[in-house]
């Protein structure tokens, strides 16, 4: 199983290419969202107040807040991964599992 994540990127942008070469070097599976190109995502972004990408969502948990994406390392994604798991009902960790299962 893995979970779909969301990785909102623009044109130009060395860290977001850091970012996307990071997710995919530990093997996870995400979708790129260029905001250069939609303007629906950016305002998206910009409504929940954010001013700069990489942005990295899975659901609506912001997975890499607060962290360098240079200092992003595989167990701090897992860390929030699990405390976005732990924040959770175990019906509504059931239904996020299935939701983003990629099997």
Known sequence: MSMMLKVYTQENCHYCG???KKLAEWGLAFDVINITNSPYDK????ERH????PVVYVD??????GIDTEQFTEEMFYDRMDALLESKTPDEVDALLEKYDAD
């Open 43 to 46: 305002i998206w972004l910009k």
């Open 18 to 20: 850091v970012m996307i």
């Open 50 to 53: 954010h001013k700069t990408v």
């Open 60 to 65: 609506d948990f912001w997975l890499n807040e």
